[in-house]
């Protein structure tokens, strides 16, 4: 590249997003912020492109695109905006491009490019990297590459001191920058590098930092504190998102409702701005009140709460002290007051965690009926604390990203596994299973604890249970397709899962001498899952039932036993139709 032979001409840099998904899945908002800065500096010296990619794109397609997106053969420069799920797909790219001739300056940014970056310098053969929020520095490296004129050759010259930029070989001369001052940074919505149109989701952020420090997260070792853009750049936001008719919308920060009087304001201007929106939030329980619940409820919204673990001993040790078991639930149960939808997080293999340690955190937290619980193997992220101090934890941790935790002191890598397993069957049977209505109900004559339930769906679906090994070729075969059912789980529709959940239960009560009570079950089962998806999906369902809905809508015991003395067989059809209110229901004869 030589930058000094076309002054006339408008420079090309093209940065490169990989997302977890398909590109209409979500907004690529890292790339867009450095995009939206180096835009606004060097709009007549510099035309900065987007391309966005999937995981499971060939690294020669993308790189194809890269050149392309240009209009010309090569743009002058390439930047990776480089996360733990896409590092191994975009040093392909790297790779490509170079094997293709190209002479221009490759760079990276973003969590991993931060995280280890003389490694990822190495590896992706880079000539420098952005570290940390990466406007103000980008905005800088390209002051001085755009002044000099510099090639690869001249690269050093140009950028040798810069906070916050790395060059490779140089880890002495390396310095931090400090984050920068929300007001000086331009917004990329405002500035059109990001958009929700034609997106599954906007993400959308209201600050940057947390008022935390956990252990395993990169915002755990940030400087500390909450930096918050201006209300003037919330609302200008939310205006253009509503114009551009986002339907979903999730607020990335970490913490929403770290500081009380802000979550209040913002949650009233987002019910009088954005009323058509869904909406998700992450937010601190022990930080709830009644208030801040009643305003979560005027919007269409669900809040997804990071649990972890129920071992207080446990979230101690990566920096989350002072859990309450009884608290935390009397927090939760002022969402379920009003009628909000939301989620916890648990995190298996965590320092002092251990197989036993993780069912009893199963088993609270699905005690607290939450709507949806996802369930995650620790990852020690590179540039975590916990990372720093995986050794003195004696954590063993795969180096291939996204850097999952193999085993540590108590929770051996057969343990892992089961953990594993558990956490694949939470997900397909309550989760996905749409089960929070009748999950308890279902336990409680098997007179079982959550996590050992599941523990036996995740054999059945393995078949590895002894019914299995006992019933011969038809046997294995439905293990077979369970097995099966379980690998596509991601798309599967909520009636297939349905019915492995009803095969499943009615195998658990068979078992235990409880047919008696199946019938009712089964109602109920089905009743609650056409009644979701009518909600959910707009779907309209007829139903052969053994009971009358007054069993089923609001039943009067929410004991299987005691209910089942009073809800009378009575065969009928049922019709339940979507509607604006909720689902309608209609007699058939």
Request: aromatic share 8%; with cysteine; proline share 6%.
């Amino acid at each position: 590249m030589k930058v000094s032979g076309r002054p006339a001409q408008r420079l090309r840099l093209v940065i490169l997003s990989i997302g977890v998904g398909e590109p209409s899945e979500t907004v690529p908002l890292g790339a867009a912020c450095v995009a939206a800065a180096l835009t606004a500096a060097f709009a007549q010296r510099l035309s900065v492109a987007l391309v966005e990619a999937s995981p499971s794109e060939a690294p020669r397609r993308i790189a194809s695109r890269i050149a392309s997106r240009t209009g010309e053969s090569r743009p002058d420069f390439v930047g990776f905006s480089l996360y733990s799920w896409n590092r191994n797909q975009a040093r392909s790219v790297a790779e490509v491009l170079r094997a293709k001739g190209f002479e221009g300056l490759l760079f990276a940014g973003g969590p991993e490019a931060s995280a280890e970056t003389f490694d990822v310098m190495a590896e992706l053969d880079l000539d420098f990297a952005v570290v940390g929020e990466g406007e103000t520095s980008a905005v800088a490296a390209f002051g001085e590459l755009l002044g000099r004129g510099a090639g690869r050759d001249g690269v050093a010259a140009g950028l040798e001191g810069l906070p916050g930029i790395a060059l490779p070989g140089r880890e002495g001369a390396f310095r931090r920058r400090a984050a920068p001052d929300p007001a000086t940074l331009v917004s990329p919505w405002l500035a059109g590098t990001a958009s929700s149109r034609g997106r599954d989701e906007a993400v959308w952020e209201l600050s940057r930092g947390c008022a935390f420090h956990c252990t395993y997260c990169y915002e755990g070792r940030g400087e500390g504190g909450v930096r918050a853009f201006s209300r003037a750049r919330v609302e200008a936001e939310l205006d253009l998102l509503v114009r551009e008719g986002a339907k979903r919308i999730f607020v990335l920060d970490p913490t929403f409702n770290w500081k009380r009087e802000r979550a209040l304001e913002l949650l009233s201007l987002f019910a009088e701005r954005g009323k058509a929106v869904v909406w998700k939030f992450e937010a601190r329980a022990e930080l709830l009140d009644r208030s801040l619940a009643r305003a979560f409820a005027r919007l269409d919204a669900s809040i997804q709460i990071g649990l972890q673990s129920a071992d207080p001993e446990v979230l101690a040790r990566v920096g989350r002290p002072g859990f309450d078991p009884d608290r935390f639930a009397s927090k939760v149960a002022l969402l379920d007051a009003e009628g909000l939808t939301w989620g916890l997080d648990l995190i298996y293999g965590l320092p002092g965690d251990t197989l036993r340690g993780f069912s009893k955190s199963l088993d609270y937290a699905l005690g607290l009926g939450p709507n949806h619980l996802d369930v995650f193997c620790l990852a020690v992220l590179p540039g975590t604390e916990l990372a720093v101090r995986a050794g003195e934890f004696g954590l063993r941790v795969n180096p291939e990203a996204p850097h999952l935790l193999l085993e540590g002191p108590g929770f051996p890598a057969a343990d892992i596994a089961r953990a594993r397993d558990l956490a694949n069957a939470c997900d397909i049977f309550y989760t996905k299973g749409r089960a929070v209505a009748w999950f308890f109900r279902a336990l409680s004559p098997l007179k079982s604890r959550p996590a050992a339930f599941l523990g036996r769906f995740a054999e059945w679906m393995a078949g590895r249970d002894g019914a299995s090994a006992r019933g011969g070729g038809t046997a294995t075969a439905g293990a077979a397709m369970r097995s099966e059912a379980a690998a596509r789980s991601e798309a599967m529709e909520h009636r297939d899962i349905e019915a492995i959940q009803l095969a499943f239960l009615e195998k658990e009560y068979g078992e235990r001498g409880l047919e008696e009570l199946w019938p009712l079950l089964r109602d109920i089962v089905r009743f609650e899952g056409a009644w979701t998806r009518a909600m959910a999906d707009g779907e309209t369902a007829v139903l052969e039932l053994a009971h009358g809905p007054e069993a089923l809508v609001d039943p009067p015991n929410a004991d299987l036993r005691a209910l089942s003395r009073l809800a009378k067989p009575r065969p009928m059809r049922v019709r339940l139709r979507p509607g604006r209110s909720g689902p309608s229901i209609e007699m058939l004869k």
